[in-house]
């Protein structure tokens, strides 16, 4: 067997895989606004010697203003580098995926874990990174011979 498709992730995608391979990177993002209020009482209190609430918000805001850009440019480089046009072929050995910028030959046995989701296939080479594959880059037979491959 050995079937090839091309195909771009739609940014959907990208979210959904991103949810599965490494949720921390996903939820890290609203830690600040937790932390942020306890850290600002702290600073006020060594730094003014005491605490005007209003001091806490200003820098608060601030910081969560600067937070969210950095995070916002973060995810969109992330989408931006993994949702180029590719192309994969999958045989009963490897998997290999071709990006404009590099290439990828795994044998099936080197993925530590394999995963199907309704709509990808998700190919870990580490704990917390993967290849992401549509299925719907794919016909519907193709689609099950994979999916034979991912399960066993």
């Given at each position: 067997?050995?079937?090839?498709?091309?195909?771009?992730?739609?940014?959907?995608?990208?979210?959904?895989?991103?949810?599965?391979?490494?949720?921390?990177?996903?939820?890290?993002?609203?830690?600040?606004?937790?932390?942020?209020?306890?850290?600002?009482?702290?600073?006020?209190?060594?730094?003014?010697?005491?605490?005007?609430?209003?001091?806490?918000?200003?820098?608060?805001?601030?910081?969560?203003?600067?937070?969210?850009?950095?995070?916002?440019?973060?995810?969109?480089?992330?989408?931006?580098?993994?949702?180029?046009?590719?192309?994969?072929?999958?045989?009963?050995?490897?998997?290999?995926?071709?990006?404009?910028?590099?290439?990828?030959?795994?044998?099936?046995h080197r993925f530590v874990k394999t995963e199907s989701v309704p709509d990808l296939w998700l190919l870990y080479i580490a704990k917390q990174s993967a290849?992401?594959?549509?299925?719907?880059?794919?016909?519907?037979?193709?689609?099950?011979?994979?999916?034979?491959?991912?399960?066993?």
């Open positions: 067997m050995q079937v090839s498709a091309q195909y771009q992730l739609t940014q959907s995608e990208v979210r959904s895989a991103y949810w599965r391979i490494a949720p921390f990177r996903q939820t890290w993002p609203y830690l600040p606004a937790l932390a942020l209020p306890v850290g600002d009482i702290a600073i006020g209190f060594q730094v003014l010697g005491r605490f005007r609430a209003d001091d806490g918000f200003a820098t608060s805001l601030v910081f969560g203003v600067i937070i969210g850009v950095v995070i916002l440019l973060r995810q969109l480089s992330d989408y931006a580098r993994v949702a180029v046009p590719s192309a994969v072929t999958v045989t009963e050995d490897r998997v290999m995926r071709a990006l404009p910028t590099s290439m990828a030959d795994v044998e099936w290849l992401i594959i549509p299925k719907r880059a794919f016909t519907p037979e193709q689609q099950q011979e994979i999916e034979a491959l991912v399960q066993r």
